[in-house]
């Protein structure tokens, strides 16, 4: 008898071949071209399976694959609704098969309707952040700001005492970017984030965030940013070369 989180990854899986034209044919050649390279590299974990030459073949359609992703995104997100209790594992069985853009837009939907067991938001709003590029461009701040005051301060995704004095933290980030959430406990990292930044660059912006103002610290378990997730509203913030205190 299958698992919950057994029966879920067989229906993320389904809702995958049906929005990207997958046929059962198709993902039976996957399989087994699977099968044979992991045969033939027993030591070797084989991430994901080979695409069939029919399908390598096949033009690239943005508008298309768009509104295919649309779509997955809504029936994942329907499957997830329909559910209670979810744990964390099982959520990220079905979540995760829409890659890292899709996984903060599919944990509002599960949050929303309630379909979360206790404690699953805990570790489950931190790695939702860190999962796309740019969090705050999938959720709004409200949206966001409700995921974390559901989770509760938490440091790499357990619950944890939230700091008792102000944190000294730095962001690089141009001008009209500075008031966004991710922040680090790391001067140089941040300079390296500004560095990188294209023209017409970035700068290091710096404050005191009191403890009030947290929502989790993130550390080397995802990715190695010594990151900080603050709510920024009323929040002096400065440029870091403009205050020695705040500099270093």
Same mark, same amino acid.
């Given at each position: 008898?299958?698992?919950?989180?057994?029966?879920?990854?067989?229906?993320?899986?389904?809702?995958?071949?049906?929005?990207?034209?997958?046929?059962?044919?198709?993902?039976?050649?996957?399989?087994?071209?699977?099968?044979?390279?992991?045969?033939?590299?027993?030591?070797?974990?084989?991430?994901?399976?080979?695409?069939?030459?029919?399908?390598?073949?096949?033009?690239?359609?943005?508008?298309?694959? @768009?509104?295919?992703?649309?779509?997955?995104?809504?029936?994942?997100?329907?499957?997830?609704?329909?559910?209670?209790?979810?744990?964390?594992?099982?959520?990220?069985?079905?979540?995760?098969?829409?890659? @890292?853009?899709?996984?903060?837009?599919?944990?509002?939907?599960?949050?929303?309707?309630?379909?979360?067991?206790?404690?699953?938001?805990?570790?489950?709003?931190?790695?939702?952040?860190?999962?796309?590029?740019?969090?705050?461009?999938?959720?709004?701040?409200?949206?966001?700001?409700?995921?974390?005051?559901?989770?509760?301060?938490?440091?790499?995704?357990?619950?944890?005492?939230?700091?008792?004095?102000?944190?000294?933290?730095?962001?690089?980030?141009?001008?009209?970017?500075?008031?966004?959430?991710?922040?680090?406990?790391?001067?140089?990292?941040?300079?390296?984030?500004?560095?990188?930044?294209?023209?017409?660059?970035?700068?290091?912006?710096?404050?005191?965030?009191?403890?009030?103002?947290?929502?989790?610290?993130?550390?080397?378990?995802?990715?190695?940013?010594?990151?900080?997730?603050?709510?920024?509203?009323?929040?002096?913030?400065?440029?870091?070369?403009?205050?020695?205190?705040?500099?270093?």
């Amino acid at each position: 008898m299958r698992t919950r989180a057994e029966w879920l990854g067989a229906q993320a899986l389904e809702i995958l071949d049906q929005t990207s034209g997958i046929t059962p044919a198709m993902r039976a050649e996957m399989e087994r071209l699977a099968a044979e390279e992991q045969a033939a590299h027993p030591d070797q974990k084989i991430a994901g399976l080979p695409i069939p030459p029919e399908m390598a073949a096949t033009s690239y359609d943005p508008e298309a694959d @768009r509104k295919r992703t649309a779509k997955r995104r809504r029936l994942l997100a329907g499957l997830l609704s329909e559910q209670r209790n979810l744990t964390a594992q099982e959520w990220k069985r079905v979540a995760l098969i829409d890659g @890292r853009n899709g996984y903060p837009q599919l944990l509002w939907a599960a949050y929303s309707a309630g379909a979360l067991a206790p404690g699953a938001i805990a570790e489950l709003a931190p790695d939702a952040w860190s999962m796309p590029e740019y969090p705050q461009e999938w959720l709004t701040a409200r949206q966001w700001r409700a995921l974390f005051d559901a989770a509760g301060f938490t440091v790499d995704g357990e619950p944890a005492e939230r700091p008792t004095t102000p944190v000294r933290v730095w962001r690089g980030a141009y001008p009209w970017k500075r008031r966004w959430w991710s922040w680090t406990t790391s001067c140089e990292r941040a300079e390296r984030f500004a560095n990188r930044l294209p023209p017409p660059g970035g700068q290091v912006w710096a404050t005191l965030a009191p403890p009030g103002a947290l929502f989790a610290m993130i550390g080397e378990s995802h990715r190695g940013e010594a990151e900080v997730v603050l709510d920024s509203r009323g929040l002096k913030i400065v440029p870091a070369e403009e205050n020695d205190e705040l500099r270093r």
